[in-house]
Nanobody
């Protein structure tokens, strides 16, 4: 059974940092792109960042560019999202996802596997 499990969410003050992890099990995700999405209360799920299977290509939403860094450790089958300079508008449930395509994608419809989400709350 394929599972993606996020961890690392929590409550942080504005300007602070958090590091999210996404551990994959049940299969290896070599040659899959992986991505982070988020959904704030009352809003639709939105793209945050995506990374190629080698980690050599990365793609960010404009709202997080320069503040968030996506990375992955193929050997550990784990992806990360380092979030710095957090703002209250970053408050959301963050989801990791994997898609069987070599092309970086921002559309949630493309992703085949999803985690259960982890809550990030940024206080002002």
């Amino acid at each position: 059974q394929v599972q993606l499990v996020e961890s690392g969410g929590g409550l942080v003050q504005a300007g602070g940092s958090l590091r999210l992890s996404c551990a994959a099990s049940g299969r290896t995700f070599n040659r899959y792109i992986m991505g982070w999405f988020r959904q704030a209360l009352g809003n639709e799920r939105e793209f945050v960042a995506a990374i190629s299977w080698t980690g050599g290509s990365k793609y960010y939403a404009d709202s997080v560019k320069g503040r968030f860094t996506i990375s992955r450790d193929i050997a550990k089958n784990t992806m990360y999202l380092q979030m710095n300079s957090l703002k209250p508008e970053d408050t959301a449930v963050y989801y990791c996802a994997a898609a069987n395509t070599p092309i970086l994608q921002r559309s949630a419809e493309v992703y085949d596997y999803w985690g259960q989400g982890t809550q990030v709350t940024v206080s002002s």
